[in-house]
């Protein structure tokens, strides 16, 4: 499966983006997908994820109650709604999907096989 992300820009603090992750080649509907984002000098980290079977879905504590991750499977495209945006948001923000990820690993960079090529979002104070 092939990944594009997209949506990101720039907001101030406080605002909102959402960003897209579109899927060719094969649906997204039978992948578990999770945001990952990395900012200058840190390593990449765990966001927001929704699984493949049911839909549940996990976030990273400190973007708990201000991002919202869904998926629309007809179009093949997942979302990440962010709001309430902080300058400490700001990173390079990657859809990555796996289809065989387990729970206990959903949060794991290594974990998953397909990834997108990342989308800047830069929050101004």
């Known amino acids: 499966v092939q990944l594009q992300a997209s949506g990101g820009g720039l907001a101030q603090a406080g605002g909102s983006l959402r960003l897209s992750c579109a899927a060719s080649g094969r649906t997204l509907s039978t992948y578990t997908v999770g945001w990952f984002r990395q900012a200058p000098g840190k390593e990449r980290e765990f966001v927001a994820a929704?699984?493949?079977?049911?839909?549940?879905?996990h976030y990273l504590d400190s973007v708990k109650g201000r991002f919202t991750i869904a998926r629309d499977n007809a179009k093949s495209t997942v979302y990440l709604q962010m709001n309430g945006l902080r300058p400490e948001d700001t990173a390079v923000y990657y859809c990555?999907?796996?289809?065989?990820?387990?729970?206990?690993?959903?949060?794991?960079?290594?974990?998953?096989?397909?990834w997108g090529q990342g989308t800047q979002v830069t929050v101004s104070s």
């Open positions: 929704i699984r493949r079977n049911g839909g549940t879905t």
């Open positions: 990555a999907a796996d289809r065989d990820i387990i729970l206990s690993s959903i949060r794991i960079v290594e974990q998953y096989d397909y």
